[in-house]
């Protein structure tokens, strides 16, 4: 069935970027857009932004639109994402999902946890 | 930006109970509402999507309703596992949001 494996926990300074990857497997790559939702120690849900199935269209939320960078390489059935300028505040486990045309997020990968510490 | 509100919070509950959680959006989303259970240290799981179409797997004491602004997350009777946290997310327009929340816990 479809799974997405992320890539491991990182530990960040202030100022620095972070870059994480997400892995699919047992469906078809090409056709799905993956999207990214994190979570900070204790609290809710937070969309990121999503890269389509071609790779070729972002969407980022308005927040994020400045800090972060999305890619994906389909030979290698995996996304990527890209947060510059890390404050304490990105603390937080970031998540990828798969997603389709009027259909939410599943399955989602086990996530990643970055800290950022001084 | 979709404004999504959850209530209540938190929700103390017994084993048994019939159970329900509130979602209100902004402005309308039609019907494009999604429900997600998600344990301590693990992934959301989506449950129900287009406000009350059962996702493949997920058990049937699970419901969902509601179109426009005002829908409703429905647990027939709560089982031992069903202690988790409840999330919905309106998929209805750029940027995609959660409300904030439900803590189903043990009375």
């Known amino acids: 069935q479809a799974q997405l494996e992320q890539s491991g926990a990182e530990v960040k300074k202030p100022g620095a970027s972070v870059k994480i990857s997400c892995k699919a497997s047992?469906?078809?790559?090409?056709?799905?857009?993956i999207h990214w939702v994190r979570q900070a120690p204790g609290q809710g849900l937070e969309w990121l932004g999503m890269?389509?199935?071609?790779?070729?269209?972002?969407t980022y939320a308005p927040n994020f639109q400045v800090r972060l960078n999305m890619t994906r390489d389909t030979s290698l059935s995996t996304v990527s994402l890209e947060m510059n300028s890390l404050t304490f505040e990105d603390t937080a486990v970031y998540y990828c999902?798969?997603?389709?045309?009027?259909?939410?997020?599943?399955?989602w990968g086990q996530g990643t946890l970055v800290t950022v510490s001084s | 930006d979709i404004q999504m509100t959850q209530s209540p919070s938190t929700l103390p509950a017994s084993v048994g109970d019939r159970v329900t959680i509130t979602c209100r959006a902004s402005?309308?989303?039609?019907?494009?509402l999604a429900w997600y259970q998600q344990k301590p240290g693990k992934a959301p799981n989506l449950l129900i999507y287009?406000?009350?179409n059962l996702q493949s797997g997920v058990p049937s004491r699970f419901s969902g309703s509601g179109s426009g602004t005002e829908f409703t997350l429905t647990i027939s009777s709560l089982q031992p596992d069903d202690f988790a946290s409840y999330y919905c997310?309106?998929?209805?327009?750029?940027?995609?949001?959660f409300g904030q929340g439900t803590k189903v816990e043990i009375k």
């Open positions: 047992g469906y078809t790559f090409s056709i799905y857009y």
């Open positions: 890269v389509d199935p071609g790779g070729v269209s972002t």
């Open positions: 287009k406000a009350s």
């Open positions: 999902a798969r997603g389709r045309t009027y259909f939410p997020l599943d399955p």
């Open positions: 997310q309106q998929y209805n327009s750029y940027p995609w949001t």
């Open positions: 402005q309308s989303i039609s019907n494009w």
